[in-house]
Structure formats: structure tokens, C-alpha cells
């Protein structure tokens, strides 16, 4: 049962799967007393993340901060019937960059911290926020995490077109007598794909996710929303998720998407990219340099996940992978060069790589 428990919990399915056995005949075998206690902490989590989010947006609106809830509880209202039928660990917001600052200072206000540091000098600030796309964000009172966005996607993947329509066509959800603007419903089915298969979907709710919506959105709303994919250069996102989709969990795939699944020669490499990290997402966390076994996964993973970078981002992927590599915060904690000397930042680098490498050994 602990090892079951491990399993939902690291794919975040805990709600789910007890939702789904609970009075049926298999109930006796799996609604055990520990299984009911995580549901029910599960739940009561979504209820005080939907509550933040309440009190955030309220927030924003004095301030005049136009707000998108991403993922997160409304999209467990939206299609789980029930915003606490789904399982989230932090909240999503984004914002315009313009306004970025001013809710970065509204959440410091209301007691949140970053997770850790992320820049020690202005330079450092502003290269950060250039290369990457979200602040991760924590409240110690309240234990919420949020992860403020000022845009949906990192440079790895070319979705500019998608990052233009973003404002202008999402749209209000009603909830608790609050207009909370929320992602079209195309542009999040693609974000979605997008948010996957960048993290080589490891948790199997992120699947599911794609499953809830095909069933209700329909085939042909997924074949619309493939033909904007395909305009922002990200089809090959939406062709996996649905692939992984009707692999998993046996969804029937409309007849372009499957032709187009077909035509793609590349796109099982990916799949068994993914099908390999969500094996190893409940594998305890080893040091690469603790064991031949550790080090052979860690260079497998490794390899894996460049190989589906490339194959999603293209020739783009090469150049962003070098520039994180370079563009580090977790090298700045260590070491950080004055701005006026900030080129020895890349000189230093590689240096600061190994060192990490070692501490890491050494926890």
C-alpha cells in the first residue's frame, strides 16, 4: 500500500485513482485507511490553493493587474467537473512583463518569498528574466506555492505566434462572485502539449489532463487546435500528448491526428522518451556518481532529454541549451562576478558546473 500511495502521489493521480475505485467492487482492495487520508489531504489542498487564488486576484484587480490563472484548480473545474478532483502543487499566474514587477512586490507583500535565489546583481536580474520564464515562489504561512509567469514558454520552444494571442483571446471564468481570466480553450490545449512534452510528461496526470480534454472538447476542436499548433511551429507537442493520449489511455484519436502521427518518423523517438521518464519519475532520487547503475541512468535521462529537446525545438535547441548552460543561477549563489566584470560569469562557468556536480555527491 505505501509503495501504491508513492506511486499516486508522484504522478499526482491520488484524487483520481481513489475517486474512480471507491464503491466499486475492487474498493475493498484499494480504499485502504492510508489511501482515504491522502485523498482527503489531497482535497483539502485544492480547497485552500483555490482560496489563494481568490485572494490573489483580488489583489491584482486592485492594482490593476491583468491576471491568466493557469492549469491549477480551474482547469480541474473546467474538465473534472470539480476544481478539487484535481491534483496541483503550486498556482500558475501570468502576467503581462510590464506588470511583472508590481506583482511580484504585491505577492512579497502578502508573505511570499522565492524559493531561492535567483540573481544576485542587476545584470543577473535582467539576463534571468530574458532566458527564462517564471518566478517560483513560496508562502511559509500558508504553504502554497505560486509560479509567477510573465510569459508561457521558455525560449526552447519557437511559440511566438502563440505568446501574441494570448491576451487577446483568453477569456473570464466565473467562480466565488470573481471573473478570473483564464487561456482560450485551443491556446490551452496547446500550452498544455507544449508544458509536457518539455518536461517529457513524467507525471501521468499531465496525460490525463490531454484525455479529460479530448473527451469533452471533442475531435474536432483537437483538429482545429492542431492546425494552430502547426502555425506556431509546436505541432509536434499536441501530436505526442495525443498520441500518448490513446496509447495510455485507449482515447480514439480523430483521423488527421492519426495521419499525421503516422507521417511524423520522429515522433516515436519522442513517445519513448516520455514512456521512459514516467517509469523512472517514482525512482528515488540518486547522485550520478554514487553507483555504475546511478551513473548509467543519469547519463540515459541525460541524453534522452536533449534528444527530445532537439527533436521539438530543432537547431534552436542547440543554441538554448548552451546558453542555460552559461546562464545559471544556481552558479551565481556560488560565485558571483561584479556587473562590470559580468563576462567572467561564462568564463567561470564550466568551473562552477563541476563544483555543483561534486556538492551533490557529497549530500
Known sequence: MDKLIHVL?????SIVFYSRVNNTPFSSLFVAPPLKSEYTASKLRMLRHMAELCRIVKLFQQKNID?????????????????TERECNDLDILVKPGDLETAYQVLLNLGYTLSETLWET??????????????????????????????????????ENIEHTIWPNSIAHHI????????????????????????????????????????????DFIVNAY???????VERCVLEGCQLAHLLFKVDLPKPIQD?????????????????????????????????????????????????????????AIYTTVKK???????????????KLFALNYVIAPLLWIYCLFRKHRA
Open 9 to 13: 502521489d508522484s504522478h499526482r493521480l
Open 67 to 83: 491576471l491568466i490563472s493557469l492549469k491549477g484548480p480551474l482547469l480541474g473545474q473546467l474538465y473534472y467537473d470539480d476544481y
Open 122 to 159: 542587476p545584470k543577473q536580474k535582467s539576463l534571468y528574466q530574458k532566458t527564462f520564464h517564471h518566478y517560483h515562489l513560496y508562502n511559509q504561512a500558508t504553504d502554497i506555492q505560486v509560479e509567477l509567469h510573465w510569459k508561457l514558454f521558455t525560449s526552447t520552444i519557437e511559440a
Open 176 to 219: 466565488s462572485g470573481l471573473h478570473i481570466s483564464i487561456l482560450s480553450s485551443s491556446i490551452n490545449f496547446i500550452y498544455l502539449c507544449v508544458h509536457g512534452s518539455t518536461h517529457q510528461w513524467k507525471r501521468l496526470f499531465w496525460v490525463l489532463d490531454i484525455v479529460r480534454i479530448i473527451e469533452k472538447e471533442g475531435q
Open 227 to 233: 492546425e494552430i499548433a502547426l502555425e506556431s511551429h
Open 260 to 316: 499525421a502521427i503516422q507521417e511524423d518518423t520522429q515522433l516515436s523517438k519522442l513517445t519513448e522518451t516520455s514512456i521512459f521518464f514516467i517509469n523512472t519519475t517514482t525512482l528515488p532520487s540518486l547522485s550520478p556518481l554514487s553507483s555504475l547503475k546511478a551513473f548509467r541512468l543519469t547519463v540515459k535521462k541525460v541524453v534522452y532529454f536533449h534528444q527530445a529537446i532537439y527533436l521539438l525545438a530543432g537547431s534552436k
Open 325 to 339: 548552460f552559461f546562464i545559471n543561477p544556481d552558479y551565481w549563489r556560488i560565485y558571483s562576478v561584479n556587473d
